[in-house]
């Protein structure tokens, strides 16, 4: 299993999110990703917070496992010789600078790839590489804006996820083309280009809603915490408490109506197309059944009889839940200076591995340059 990725080097020369969450996903893969970062600082996450432990971001501790750390100033001459020869070894370079910086520091794509033709180059940027929007800056809120996510969620108000969801999404695109552009590579043995943005991984995931335009020309509108085209869907409140139903099909409707004291074949909730149209009466019949009793036993009711329901969990009851556990999504790694500690882990499993991603051990997001010694040894040892 640790062979998936196992003979890619990854030089990832990204900060925040978007592109050091592509570097990790590939090194959650085997690939050994050798993040470069400024001498002064490095990447600008291990400012991010609090909370901060012992002076580690947690944020930061977010987005790189399973990498090593080098230092060097590109702007230098021995900064950019250092980078010439990573360069060279290297299968996947991973850069999430505004359009042209890469460029002037001496590493367009042109000259990248007459170092090594074989380099599949990832860019990520906020907005595109070119059009009119092409060399603004990207941040995560503003993309979820400008990408038309924040209009379609929330109740009242546009309301960003509550993840950076737009990062998260473009780190993912821009990882699953790198790998197909190295399947490409072993085939033809040349890199390319593989480009992504912000912007188009939210755009990307519209999903239903962007069809909703594209196709039938209605513009999709915020429905809170009920689901745009389905009903009965979403989030009802109990005696004491919220529990989440989905009625995702014409059975589970007949099965769930009368558990709620109500007829299937009224005329106003018969069909889904019906229940959407009067969604707030729906609503308003679930939530009066739902008020008699506390959520646990409508939970237990709803499972005895196959309908989909569950709670809303904190983060302490999901990273305490038995089920999250049972899938590997926490990890130990051992850190230089915390100790061992605990991360969100790789959300794949392979056959019938214990543990999660494609590495039997992960790494732990390294300190700053903590491996500038050994990545240098190995580079002048070719």
Do not use: C
Not at 238 to 250: K, L, M, P, R
Not at 344 to 349: A, E, F, I
């Amino acid at each position: 299993m640790q062979n998936l990725l196992s003979d890619v080097v990854v030089v990832d020369l990204t900060r925040a999110l978007a592109g050091p969450h592509a570097a990790m996903m590939l090194g959650d893969l085997g690939a050994r990703v050798i993040k470069v970062e400024t001498p002064e600082g490095g990447d600008d996450s291990r400012g991010w917070g609090p909370p901060f432990v012992e002076g580690e971001s947690t944020y930061y501790l977010s987005a790189n496992r399973n990498k090593e750390s080098v230092t060097a100033d590109l702007k230098s001459e021995d900064g950019r010789a250092f980078l010439t020869k990573l360069v060279r070894r290297a299968d996947v370079l991973i850069e999430n600078f505004r359009p042209g910086v890469l460029d002037r520091l001496g590493f367009s794509t042109g000259r990248l790839h007459e170092l090594n033709p074989g380099l599949v180059i990832l860019s990520i940027t906020g907005f595109g590489h070119d059009g009119p929007d092409g060399g603004r800056a990207g941040y995560d809120q503003i993309a979820q804006g400008e990408g038309g996510l924040m209009s379609i969620t929330g109740a009242v108000e546009p309301t960003k996820v509550g993840v950076p969801i737009a990062d998260l999404l473009a780190g993912m695109y821009g990882a699953y083309g790198a790998v197909a552009a190295l399947h490409e590579r072993s085939i033809t043995g040349k890199g390319r280009v593989v480009r992504t943005s912000l912007l188009a991984s939210v755009v990307g995931v519209h999903a239903f809603h962007g069809t909703k335009w594209t196709v039938a020309g209605e513009l999709p509108e915020r429905v809170g915490n009920h689901h745009a085209q389905i009903a009965p869907y979403g989030l009802y409140r109990t005696q004491d408490d919220i529990v989440q139903v989905a009625v995702g099909s014409e059975g589970q409707w007949r099965t769930f109506a009368p558990i709620v004291g109500l007829d299937p074949a009224d005329e106003r909730f018969a069909v889904n197309s019906a229940r959407v149209a009067h969604r707030p009466a729906l609503t308003a019949a679930i939530e009066a059944a739902f008020a008699q009793h506390k959520a646990d036993v409508w939970l237990e009711r709803l499972a005895d009889k196959g309908i989909p329901a569950g709670k809303v969990r904190d983060f302490q009851q999901v990273y305490e839940w038995e089920q999250t556990l049972s899938q590997g999504l926490l990890i130990d790694v051992e850190h230089p200076t915390l100790g061992k500690i605990q991360l969100p882990g790789p959300p794949l499993r392979f056959d019938d591995q214990p543990y999660a991603g494609a590495r039997e051990t992960n790494l732990a997001p390294p300190r700053l340059g903590e491996h500038n010694e050994s990545i240098r040894a190995w580079l002048d040892s070719e």
